[in-house]
């Protein structure tokens, strides 16, 4: 893991008990992710339909569901930004981005 336009990571002790809850809660996420689907073939399109169900639950179902939806939703950027969408290499050749 690399990220090198960010500098040094806030320490977990320095962070507001809510965020560190959300983050554990987003790796819990990935690693139950990781077991279902372990390979990242199509993160993108389940990135996209966990925004979709954000979306939803914020229109229609109660809060709870809003934040399930959005640690699964924050799970599949983590993975996305760690394991890449390798469906999207093909396109993202042709586009000549590295
Ligand atoms: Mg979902």
Redesign the pocket.
């Known amino acids: 893991m690399s990220f090198p336009h960010y500098g040094p990571c806030e320490r977990l002790a320095e962070m507001p008990d809510d965020l560190v809850r959300f983050l554990a809660l987003v790796g819990n996420e990935v690693m139950r992710a990781r077991k279902k689907f372990p390979k990242p073939h199509g993160l993108m399109t389940a990135l996209t339909e966990?925004v979709g169900?954000v979306a939803k639950a914020l229109l229609d179902e109660p809060w709870s569901r809003v934040e399930e939806?959005a640690v699964?939703a924050a799970a599949m950027c983590a993975r996305l930004a760690l394991e890449t969408d390798p469906t999207l290499t093909p396109l993202r050749t042709k586009r000549g981005v590295k």
């Open positions: 966990e169900e939806e699964q």
